[in-house]
Each structure stands twice: as structure tokens, then as C-alpha cells.
């Protein structure tokens, strides 16, 4: 949303006492509750692993467990277990649940997680290097390293835009409403539900708002809860262990005092998912595509990786480092995946969304044009419909010759401009339809592009976008040893990283390069 | 008496977290006069009847703790073999120098002058004769001289590492140590940030201390540094080598030298005899300037925002709308949005971004 407008926004969210929905459909798909899981967690200050988890379907009692010392890494590691087994089924990760996602699943058929906000998100990012290629874990390994890899693919696909498995409650509604408030209050998911869901006026809202704010959502709790009520109890509980006396009665008092914290945070996240399937407002129909790369993404990245790891005549498979890719052909493959998904997203959704559409609009993104010409470039019989346009030219644009653009209302449609011409008053831009040229467009008329009817016609256009291409070069480079830039996708072999344990031990943390150009298995 | 000596003490101490403070917004009286007279926000906070800030967790001090004592212990071998494997220093490397105080796990400086004057003879000894250099020293210790307002401050440089350059001398590299969790390229960006800012000043302190001594034609000092940060979950180091610092040491100097010229401005004569009580009362009473970083560092923030509120201060909706509407209040922007007439150039200059986009 561009400042101006942004702007705008706030001040009438302020001027009605309530936040102002951003645009006019939501642009994310939301599952049926018995295909949601919500998670949220807690952690130890200074920590990484969980010092306790609640997860469970929306609508449902969730399951809220923790362990006495977010530390003792054996205990945390069974609490993660039995967390990863509702996490596999759910997600229906091949090997742990008896109904595995297929290759391509029906669009109603995913399988969500909801988190209440991008620091719960980075616990996956968390769990992912602590379990995905782990040595310890006992009876437990095999379980905690596939929880490792699918928290990692979990946090990695959060970065591909237009990404729908995984959710951040907050940014879900950052993105769907606009807050008559400081955008840094605003990513705080309780100050996000008191301003949509507290009854009353302006003020009711703001001050159930500075309240709701007062209480951490964050994984890392309270400092002033650490150290008023949970610091002895630790302790208490450390040296009853050592000395052999009750560790009951303090392990009960943190459990209490965790799930309350974990139940809190479970239960903003399940509210905002709530409000957010009985929203008003329709899910962009162009959401189905977005749905549809976020399955095939699934099964590429990590299905079909899970399959081949317990089956190796299915192909090779390697374990993603939880770094980064250090393999170059990787790296390159999976920039061109998220440079396509970047590409493609505004276009998927534009075409439903008359808000997202005047945004682009005042960007310059967009252009409304009156049709001067209709003109038939083909030879024989094949037709190459041309329009000339005329553009009010005081109005901001982008347009550059061979710009791709389609009609705004008919994705699939795809024109190229071919001329720009500008005098006093008018811009003149002749455009050559490429794709679906023999086919109605969705509107105005629901004629062919070649149809003289729509001469005198007023037709909006969108910036088209070259995704499709781009994804095909995210699977040539893995080929292109001998292309230009080949130094770079075709690096070599780096070392292992060496993870020394408090109690001496070591792990070796293999990357993609070690298992894919030289075999080594994790 | 005795309760400014202390605070003066405390002051010399505080020096690196009190500059951060203020670079958060160096354009509030009541932020300067904090910063430059080391009153807490959260006292202050607490002196004007709002809730404190949350403090620091004991888990996370005791875990910050543990890393770094766990990074030097054995003649520092967790972090030689990191630094090693990053080259940083050179495979094979001997030789640790602590001048840690024992009260911070260090095993024989006992006093902050004596770590100062530990910290003087180890300069000199490395100009003087570079083989003698360790490659590891941990906690050196650095004197800012006194400013016209700003005290004489301390700083302790978590670690550096002596090298050699191709012509033969000595070379310096800061190192900063965090326990926050290294994730890559996901690694969170205001903790990079902020762990960069704190080495810059470092480099720039040691930059002065090099100078004082009369040593710059002896020992090079590195424009990079490292940072030490965890691997996540466990406390081994992973090291980030190779930040270049150059832009946040001029950081820190020309900072000084502003908080300086800016605390001449604000400071009054009679502050530092004043007790803590007047000091407080002296932020509380000082002009503010609320901004939208407030939220993350002033415990003040609250009756700031309050005041913004009754003032229909369109800061209370961001810095972007503040940007745009200027002086124009929240009420009159909206007015202007509904229709109203505008009053002037401004106003109507206003409306048209407003109606028009």
C-alpha cells in the first residue's frame, strides 16, 4: 500500500474508532478448523528449544505440555516428540501418518498451521537446527530429525511469498486490516485483536488495546514472570533432581504456570482464526492458484525428499542445511523459485481485489486506457489482434515498450506493447495480444480481443509478469555447468559444521553439498 | 555525597549503553539528559508513577554468562578453535592473554585500574615487540577521556585477536560477543545491527586509546571486526568474520561529539552537583520528542504517547502520518479528508494527497 494511501487509511480507521479492512478480499486461503492446527510456544530466555508447546486443532482443546527446565535437553526432546507426531499427521508427511499427501492433492485439501507470530515462526526455524540432522534423542531420533525437516521446510516456505501452509496470525491481520496506530504496536497480535474484537467507542478499543499490549505473545516470556515466580522454582526443581527429593511439587507449579502462558498465546491465535474464517469479506479467488504452487511446493521440497529418504530406489535425496543452501545449483534454483513466486503473486490476486487495483492504480502499476483502434496484424489465417490505446498521460505509469500487460478482470489474457507514442494531450500505446488472443475477455464485453465491438471501449490493464519463465529457469540451472555463471551455481564442497555439545559431545552438521555432490549421508 | 560519587562511578561504566540510548532518538532533552547523566529510564519511569520495563530475565544473564566464561576456559579453546576454523588467526595459534576482572570469571586483574593499566602495558608491549603478542585477548580495557560534559568512560572490548600484517606489524581486531542465536541469513537484523554498532565503538575506543599512546605508527588497527554469536541451540561460538566496522566507529566518534554539542545545549551548570532525585526530576521536566522508536527503549514512552493523544499529535498513528501531516492535527487532517476548506497553501496541498493520493 503506498504511503499517501496509507495514510488515508489510518485516518479513517481513526475518525470511525476501528481498523478499516485493507483491501476487498482476504488474500490468503483459510482451512476448515479440523485443517488447522494452531501452535504457539514458550521458551527460556536465552534458549532456543521450547521450554513448552500447545498445539491442537482450532476448536478443539489443544494440547499444552512443557518441561520443568528448558535446558535439560533430553526432556525437551521428548516434549518435541510427541509435539512432532500430531505436527507429521497433521501435515501429513509421508512415513508418519497412513494418509500422506499425494502429489497433487485437491485444492481443499491443505493442511495448515497457524502461529500467532513471526517469532513463534523462527522457533521452527529454531527447531529445525536443532533436530534435523541430530545424533541424540535415543528411541526418539528418527522422529525429532523429521520434525527438524519438515519445521525447517515449515519456516523456509514462510519466505516464498504468497506461501499458505504455514500462517503468522499477526501478519495475517496486519495484512487484511489497516490499525489507526503506530505500524510498530501493530505487530503485536493481542493489541491487533483488542482494536477488532473490544465493543464500544474509539476509546474502549485503544485503551482495551494499551492493555492487551501490556502481555508478551513472543515465545521468550515476561523477564519480570522469569525471575518473580519461575527462577526459584527452576532452581528448586534442579536440586531436588540432584539430591533425589520431590521434583513433583516444583514441576507442577511451572507446568501451571507455562500453560497458562502457552494457553494464552494458543488461544489469541485461535481467536484470530476465528475472525478470520468469518470474515465478511470473500478469499481472493485467486487465492486457488497460490494453494496450488504452495501443494506442488510441499512435494517437491519436502514429500517426495521424506519418500526418497525412507525409500532410496525413489532418487537421491538431501536433507536441507537449516543455514542456508550451500550447494550453488540449489541456491540459484530455489532464488528463481521465490523470484517466481514474488512475480506472480499481485498478478494472481489484482484480478478479484478492485482495492488492490486502484493501489496499483496510483503506483503506476495499472492503467485505465480508452480503445481508439482494432486492428488484425496476422497473416493468412492466423490473427494477431492489435489495439491502439489512449492514456491520459498527467496520470503515473510504468509503461516501456515491450512491457507485458493483461486486461485487468481476465488473467490468462496477455498483451505486449509494441509502440509508445505521446503528443500534447494524449499517450498513444498500440499493444499486440500474445496469449488467449482467440478468446473472450472476462469484461467488459465478453468479446475476442480481435472484435471490433470493442472500439470506444474503456478497458483497465495490468502489469503482467514473467514468473512462468522464471520458474523454468529454476530447473534449467541445475544443467547449466557450463553456462555463464556456472562458478557460481557450481561451487564446491565446503566442511561439515562441528557442534560441540555442554557435555562434550559432537555433531556434525552436514550441508546440501556434502550429500548431494559427494554422497555423504546424514 | 556519596550517592553521586556512586552514580558517577556507575556513569563511567555505562558509557557504550547510554550512547545506544540516546542514538535511539537523539533529538528528546529528556533522552540526552538521561544518557548524559545516567538516569534510568525506568527510574525515571517509576518516579512519574509508570510501570518499569521488564528488566532482564536470570535466565538469560545466567546463559550469557555461562557462554562467554565457557568461551575462554582451557586457554580459550572454544573460541581459538572457531576463530581458527574462520581464519581469524592463523592455524596453530598459542597464547591467551585474560584481562578479565575476577569479579567477570577473569583469573588475576582485581581492580578496573589495574585492568587499565594491564590493558596500557599490553598495547605498549605489542608495539614494542610483536612476537610477544597473544593472538587471544579477552576484555581490554579502555579509558575515553573526559569531555567537557560527557564523564570519562570505560569500556571493556569483549575480545580481540592480535595478527600480523604482510609488512610485519602487529594488527588489532575487535570482536564483540553475543548469545544471540546465529540463523544465517535469517540471523535477527536489529540484533546484528545492534551488535555491530556496539564493536564500532569499540574500534573507535581502542582507535583513541592507539593515539593517546602514541602507537599509530606500531599497531595497525583492523577497519573489520567479528562478531561471536551462538550456534542455536547449543553454546558452541559461530563466528562472523570480516564485518567491516568502518562506517560505525565514524559512528561513534562523530555520536560523541554530537551528544557533546547537544548536551552543552540542554545541560545546566548546576546538574552535576544535583542529587538523583533533582537529575530525575530534571528528565522528567525536560522537553520530549516522541517518536515511533520510543516504544522500544523508553519507559517513559507511555506518558508521551498520553500527551500525543491529548494533543491529537498525529504521532500517535505513526511516523508516516506524522511525516505527512506536519503540524496538522489528527482532527483538521480528517476535516480536510471530509471536505473542509482548507486555510492555507498547506492545507490544500495536504488535501489533494489526501483526497487524491
Same mark, same amino acid.
Given at each position: 500500500?503506498?504511503?499517501?494511501? @496509507?495514510?488515508?487509511?489510518?485516518?479513517?480507521?481513526?475518525?470511525?474508532? *476501528?481498523?478499516?479492512?485493507?483491501?476487498?478480499?482476504?488474500?490468503?486461503?483459510?482451512?476448515?478448523?479440523?485443517?488447522?492446527?494452531?501452535?504457539?510456544?514458550?521458551?527460556?530466555?536465552?534458549?532456543?528449544?521450547?521450554?513448552?508447546?500447545?498445539?491442537? @486443532?482450532?476448536?478443539?482443546?489443544?494440547?499444552?505440555?512443557?518441561?520443568?527446565?528448558?535446558?535439560?535437553?533430553?526432556?525437551?526432546?521428548?516434549?518435541?516428540?510427541?509435539?512432532?507426531?500430531?505436527?507429521?499427521?497433521?501435515?501429513?508427511?509421508?512415513?508418519?501418518?497412513?494418509?500422506?499427501?499425494?502429489?497433487?492433492?485437491?485444492?481443499?485439501?491443505?493442511?495448515?498451521?497457524?502461529?500467532?507470530?513471526?517469532?513463534?515462526?523462527?522457533?521452527?526455524?529454531?527447531?529445525?537446527?536443532?533436530?534435523?540432522?541430530?545424533?541424540?534423542?535415543?528411541?526418539?531420533?528418527?522422529?525429532?530429525?523429521?520434525?527438524?525437516?519438515?519445521?525447517?521446510?515449515?519456516?523456509?516456505?514462510?519466505?516464498?511469498?504468497?506461501?499458505?501452509?504455514?500462517?503468522?496470525?499477526?501478519?495475517?491481520?496486519?495484512?487484511?486490516?489497516?490499525?489507526?496506530?503506530?505500524?510498530?504496536?501493530?505487530?503485536?497480535?493481542?493489541?491487533?485483536?483488542?482494536?477488532?474484537?473490544? *465493543?464500544?467507542?474509539?476509546?474502549?478499543?485503544?485503551?482495551?488495546?494499551?492493555?492487551?499490549?501490556?502481555?508478551?505473545?513472543?515465545?521468550?516470556?515476561?523477564?519480570?514472570?522469569?525471575?518473580?515466580?519461575?527462577?526459584?522454582?527452576?532452581?528448586?526443581?534442579?536440586?531436588?533432581?540432584?539430591?533425589?527429593?520431590?521434583?513433583?511439587?516444583?514441576?507442577?507449579?511451572?507446568?501451571?504456570?507455562?500453560?497458562?502462558?502457552?494457553?494464552?498465546?494458543?488461544?489469541?491465535?485461535?481467536?484470530?482464526?476465528?475472525?478470520?474464517?468469518?470474515?465478511?469479506?470473500?478469499?481472493?479467488?485467486?487465492?486457488?492458484?497460490?494453494?496450488?504452487?504452495?501443494?506442488?511446493?510441499?512435494?517437491?521440497?519436502?514429500?517426495?525428499?521424506?519418500?526418497?529418504?525412507?525409500?532410496?530406489? *525413489?532418487?537421491?535425496?538431501?536433507?536441507?542445511?537449516?543455514?542456508?543452501?550451500?550447494?550453488?545449483?540449489?541456491?540459484?534454483?530455489?532464488?528463481?523459485?521465490?523470484?517466481?513466486?514474488?512475480?506472480?503473486?499481485?498478478?494472481?490476486?489484482?484480478?478479484?481485489?478492485?482495492?488492490?487495483?486502484?493501489?496499483?492504480?496510483?503506483?503506476?502499476?495499472?492503467?485505465?486506457?480508452?480503445?481508439?483502434?482494432?486492428?488484425?496484424?496476422?497473416?493468412?489465417?492466423?490473427?494477431?489482434?492489435?489495439?491502439?490505446?489512449?492514456?491520459?498521460?498527467?496520470?503515473?505509469?510504468?509503461?516501456?515498450?515491450?512491457?507485458?500487460?493483461?486486461?485487468?478482470?481476465?488473467?490468462?489474457?496477455?498483451?505486449?506493447?509494441?509502440?509508445?507514442?505521446?503528443?500534447?494531450?494524449?499517450?498513444?500505446?498500440?499493444?499486440?495480444?500474445?496469449?488467449?488472443?482467440?478468446?473472450?475477455?472476462?469484461?467488459?464485453?465478453?468479446?475476442?480481443?480481435?472484435?471490433?465491438?470493442?472500439?470506444?471501449?474503456?478497458?483497465?490493464?495490468?502489469?503482467?509478469?514473467?514468473?512462468?519463465?522464471?520458474?523454468?529457469?529454476?530447473?534449467?540451472?541445475?544443467?547449466?555447468?557450463?553456462?555463464?555463471?556456472?562458478?557460481?551455481?557450481?561451487?564446491?564442497?565446503?566442511?561439515?559444521?562441528?557442534?560441540?555439545?555442554?557435555?562434550?559431545?559432537?555433531?556434525?552438521?552436514?550441508?546440501?553439498?556434502?550429500?548431494?555432490?559427494?554422497?555423504?549421508?546424514? | 555525597?556519596?550517592?553521586?560519587?556512586?552514580?558517577?562511578?556507575?556513569?563511567?561504566?555505562?558509557?557504550?549503553?547510554?550512547?545506544?540510548?540516546?542514538?535511539? /532518538?537523539?533529538?528528546?532533552?529528556? /533522552?540526552?539528559?538521561?544518557?548524559?547523566?545516567?538516569?534510568?529510564?525506568?527510574?525515571?519511569?517509576?518516579?512519574?508513577?509508570?510501570?518499569?520495563?521488564?528488566?532482564?530475565?536470570?535466565?538469560?544473564?545466567?546463559?550469557?554468562?555461562?557462554?562467554?566464561?565457557?568461551?575462554?576456559?582451557?586457554?580459550?579453546?572454544?573460541?581459538?578453535?572457531?576463530?581458527?576454523?574462520?581464519?581469524?588467526?592463523?592455524?596453530?595459534?598459542?597464547?591467551?592473554?585474560?584481562?578479565?576482572?575476577?569479579?567477570?570469571?577473569?583469573?588475576?586483574?582485581?581492580?578496573?585500574?589495574?585492568?587499565?593499566?594491564?590493558?596500557?602495558?599490553?598495547?605498549?608491549?605489542?608495539?614494542?615487540?610483536?612476537?610477544?603478542?597473544?593472538?587471544?585477548?579477552?576484555?581490554?580495557?579502555?579509558?575515553?577521556?573526559?569531555?567537557?560534559?560527557?564523564?570519562?568512560?570505560?569500556?571493556?572490548?569483549?575480545?580481540?585477536?592480535?595478527?600480523?600484517?604482510?609488512?610485519?606489524?602487529?594488527?588489532?581486531?575487535?570482536?564483540?560477543?553475543?548469545?544471540?542465536?546465529?540463523?544465517?541469513?535469517?540471523?535477527?537484523?536489529?540484533?546484528?545491527?545492534?551488535?555491530?554498532?556496539?564493536?564500532?565503538?569499540?574500534?573507535?575506543?581502542?582507535?583513541?586509546?592507539?593515539?593517546?599512546?602514541?602507537?599509530?605508527?606500531?599497531?595497525?588497527?583492523?577497519?573489520?571486526?567479528?562478531?561471536?554469536?551462538?550456534?542455536?541451540?547449543?553454546?558452541?561460538?559461530?563466528?562472523?568474520?570480516?564485518?567491516?566496522?568502518?562506517?560505525?566507529?565514524?559512528?561513534?566518534?562523530?555520536?560523541?561529539?554530537?551528544?557533546?554539542?547537544?548536551?552543552?545545549?540542554?545541560?545546566?551548570?548546576?546538574?552535576?552537583?544535583?542529587?538523583?532525585?533533582?537529575?530525575?526530576?530534571?528528565?522528567?521536566?525536560?522537553?520530549?520528542?516522541?517518536?515511533?522508536?520510543?516504544?522500544?527503549?523508553?519507559?517513559?514512552?507511555?506518558?508521551?504517547?498520553?500527551?500525543?493523544?491529548?494533543?491529537?499529535?498525529?504521532?500517535?498513528?505513526?511516523?508516516?502520518?506524522?511525516?505527512?501531516?506536519?503540524?496538522?492535527?489528527?482532527?483538521?487532517?480528517?476535516?480536510?479528508?471530509?471536505?473542509?476548506?482548507?486555510?492555507?497553501?498547506?492545507?490544500?496541498?495536504?488535501?489533494?494527497?489526501?483526497?487524491?493520493?
Amino acid at each position: 500500500m503506498n504511503s499517501v494511501r @496509507a495514510v488515508t487509511r489510518k485516518l479513517e480507521a481513526w475518525q470511525i474508532g *476501528q481498523p478499516v479492512p485493507r483491501y476487498d478480499t482476504i488474500h490468503h486461503a483459510i482451512m476448515p478448523p479440523d485443517q488447522t492446527m494452531i501452535v504457539a510456544f514458550v521458551r527460556m530466555a536465552g534458549e532456543s528449544r521450547p521450554w513448552g508447546i500447545a498445539w491442537g @486443532a482450532a476448536g478443539t482443546e489443544p494440547t499444552v505440555r512443557s518441561v520443568p527446565d528448558g535446558r535439560v535437553r533430553d526432556d525437551v526432546a521428548v516434549l518435541c516428540a510427541a509435539f512432532a507426531e500430531d505436527l507429521l499427521e497433521h501435515l501429513r508427511v509421508h512415513n508418519w501418518t497412513f494418509n500422506p499427501a499425494p502429489q497433487k492433492p485437491e485444492l481443499g485439501d491443505l493442511r495448515q498451521v497457524w502461529l500467532p507470530n513471526g517469532q513463534h515462526i523462527a522457533m521452527l526455524h529454531q527447531l529445525s537446527y536443532t533436530y534435523s540432522q541430530t545424533k541424540h534423542g535415543g528411541e526418539n531420533q528418527d522422529i525429532l530429525r523429521a520434525l527438524g525437516r519438515v519445521a525447517g521446510w515449515m519456516f523456509r516456505d514462510t519466505t516464498r511469498v504468497g506461501s499458505q501452509h504455514v500462517v503468522s496470525a499477526s501478519s495475517l491481520l496486519g495484512d487484511s486490516y489497516v490499525f489507526p496506530a503506530q505500524d510498530v504496536r501493530t505487530a503485536h497480535l493481542g493489541f491487533q485483536m483488542a482494536w477488532l474484537t473490544t *465493543q464500544g467507542n474509539r476509546d474502549a478499543r485503544l485503551a482495551a488495546a494499551a492493555d492487551a499490549e501490556g502481555l508478551t505473545v513472543s515465545p521468550t516470556m515476561n523477564p519480570t514472570l522469569e525471575r518473580d515466580r519461575l527462577s526459584d522454582l527452576v532452581s528448586t526443581w534442579q536440586d531436588s533432581r540432584r539430591d533425589g527429593g520431590d521434583t513433583h511439587t516444583p514441576g507442577d507449579e511451572i507446568d501451571s504456570i507455562l500453560s497458562k502462558e502457552l494457553r494464552r498465546r494458543w488461544n489469541l491465535t485461535e481467536d484470530a482464526y476465528h475472525l478470520m474464517a468469518a470474515n465478511e469479506r470473500p478469499v481472493n479467488a485467486g487465492v486457488s492458484e497460490l494453494v496450488r504452487l504452495a501443494h506442488s511446493e510441499f512435494w517437491f521440497q519436502h514429500q517426495r525428499i521424506e519418500l526418497r529418504l525412507n525409500d532410496p530406489s *525413489q532418487g537421491p535425496a538431501f536433507v536441507a542445511h537449516p543455514e542456508t543452501d550451500f550447494h550453488g545449483s540449489a541456491a540459484a534454483s530455489r532464488y528463481l523459485i521465490h523470484a517466481a513466486a514474488d512475480e506472480a503473486y499481485i498478478g494472481y490476486l489484482i484480478h478479484d481485489d478492485p482495492a488492490l487495483f486502484r493501489e496499483a492504480l496510483d503506483d503506476g502499476r495499472a492503467f485505465e486506457a480508452h480503445v481508439l483502434r482494432v486492428d488484425d496484424a496476422g497473416v493468412g489465417r492466423s490473427t494477431i489482434p492489435r489495439w491502439t490505446l489512449r492514456l491520459d498521460p498527467s496520470l503515473p505509469h510504468r509503461l516501456r515498450e515491450n512491457a507485458r500487460v493483461a486486461p485487468y478482470g481476465s488473467r490468462g489474457h496477455e498483451a505486449t506493447i509494441i509502440d509508445l507514442e505521446t503528443n500534447e494531450d494524449d499517450l498513444l500505446v498500440t499493444i499486440e495480444w500474445t496469449s488467449r488472443k482467440t478468446k473472450p475477455l472476462a469484461g467488459p464485453l465478453m468479446a475476442k480481443p480481435a472484435d471490433d465491438a470493442w472500439v470506444g471501449v474503456d478497458v483497465a490493464f495490468v502489469q503482467s509478469d514473467a514468473a512462468s519463465l522464471t520458474q523454468r529457469r529454476s530447473q534449467r540451472v541445475w544443467a547449466a555447468s557450463n553456462g555463464p555463471g556456472a562458478w557460481l551455481t557450481h561451487g564446491k564442497a565446503s566442511a561439515p559444521m562441528e557442534i560441540s555439545g555442554d557435555d562434550g559431545s559432537t555433531d556434525l552438521v552436514y550441508d546440501d553439498v556434502a550429500q548431494i555432490a559427494d554422497g555423504v549421508g546424514v | 555525597m556519596t550517592e553521586v560519587d556512586e552514580i558517577r562511578q556507575e556513569a563511567r561504566r555505562n558509557t557504550r549503553g547510554r550512547f545506544e540510548q540516546w542514538a535511539k /532518538n537523539p533529538t528528546c532533552e529528556a /533522552n540526552t539528559l538521561s544518557a548524559v547523566h545516567n538516569i534510568r529510564l525506568d527510574k525515571a519511569a517509576a518516579a512519574a508513577g509508570i510501570d518499569a520495563s521488564y528488566g532482564q530475565s536470570p535466565f538469560a544473564i545466567a546463559r550469557g554468562n555461562r557462554f562467554e566464561a565457557g568461551l575462554f576456559t582451557n586457554d580459550a579453546a572454544r573460541i581459538r578453535d572457531a576463530l581458527q576454523r574462520e581464519g581469524v588467526i592463523p592455524a596453530g595459534s598459542v597464547g591467551f592473554s585474560d584481562l578479565r576482572l575476577k569479579i567477570n570469571g577473569g583469573t588475576r586483574v582485581t581492580s578496573v585500574d589495574e585492568a587499565l593499566r594491564e590493558t596500557e602495558r599490553w598495547l605498549q608491549r605489542v608495539a614494542a615487540n610483536p612476537d610477544s603478542a597473544e593472538p587471544i585477548v579477552a576484555a581490554p580495557m579502555i579509558k575515553i577521556p573526559k569531555g567537557v560534559i560527557l564523564p570519562e568512560a570505560l569500556l571493556i572490548i569483549d575480545v580481540v585477536t592480535v595478527t600480523r600484517t604482510v609488512e610485519g606489524l602487529p594488527r588489532i581486531t575487535v570482536g564483540e560477543i553475543k548469545v544471540f542465536p546465529d540463523r544465517g541469513g535469517h540471523t535477527d537484523p536489529h540484533q546484528l545491527a545492534a551488535a555491530r554498532a556496539q564493536a564500532g565503538i569499540y574500534r573507535h575506543a581502542l582507535d583513541l586509546a592507539i593515539t593517546s599512546l602514541a602507537l599509530t605508527d606500531d599497531i595497525d588497527l583492523a577497519p573489520d571486526g567479528f562478531l561471536v554469536f551462538t550456534w542455536p541451540g547449543s553454546n558452541s561460538p559461530s563466528i562472523r568474520a570480516h564485518e567491516d566496522l568502518t562506517y560505525q566507529a565514524i559512528r561513534a566518534e562523530r555520536g560523541f561529539e554530537r551528544l557533546e554539542e547537544i548536551a552543552l545545549g540542554v545541560v545546566r551548570d548546576d546538574d552535576f552537583s544535583a542529587d538523583n532525585p533533582t537529575l530525575v526530576q530534571r528528565v522528567l521536566d525536560a522537553p520530549t520528542e516522541y517518536a515511533e522508536a520510543c516504544l522500544s527503549f523508553c519507559d517513559l514512552a507511555p506518558r508521551c504517547h498520553q500527551r500525543a493523544l491529548e494533543a491529537d499529535d498525529p504521532i500517535i498513528l505513526g511516523g508516516d502520518v506524522k511525516r505527512l501531516l506536519g503540524a496538522a492535527t489528527i482532527g483538521r487532517a480528517i476535516e480536510l479528508l471530509n471536505g473542509a476548506e482548507p486555510t492555507d497553501d498547506r492545507e490544500a496541498d495536504l488535501q489533494r494527497q489526501l483526497v487524491h493520493g
